[in-house]
């Protein structure tokens, strides 16, 4: 089984940044991939960005040039650097795993952003 615990979120103005992490724990040497899902109150989740063990990184297209996804793979954590937030970005935001062919997801991290 693999542990996911997600830290960073929080509330900050429109145009400013923060950075999300998570710390995978357990049976880590399976990981395939990681990433960070979305999830707006009334809105569907919706995948932020990914990065695979390769290091191969997909973005949805309306965070591309403002958000990096990166791992560190000595702390088997992933980050998501999030630069210029819009209110739009307000969501909760969720760590997942692809573990062999099982989802692992963190409990989520509130980030709000402010007009």
């Known amino acids: 089984q693999v542990q996911l615990v997600e830290s960073g979120g929080g509330l900050v103005q429109a145009g400013g940044s923060l950075r999300l992490s998570c710390a995978a724990s357990?049976?880590?040497?399976?990981?395939?991939?990681m990433g960070w899902y979305r999830q707006a109150p009334g809105k569907q989740c919706e995948l932020v960005a990914r990065i695979t063990t390769g290091g191969n990184t997909n973005y949805v297209d309306s965070v591309k040039g403002r958000f990096t996804i990166s791992r560190d793979n000595a702390k088997n954590t992933v980050y998501l650097q999030m630069n210029s937030l819009k209110p739009e970005d307000t969501a909760v935001y969720y760590c997942?795993?692809?573990?062999?062919?099982?989802?692992?997801w963190g409990a989520g991290t509130q980030v709000t952003v402010s007009s």
């Open positions: 357990g049976s880590i040497f399976g990981i395939n991939a």
């Open positions: 997942h795993a692809l573990w062999y062919s099982t989802n692992y």
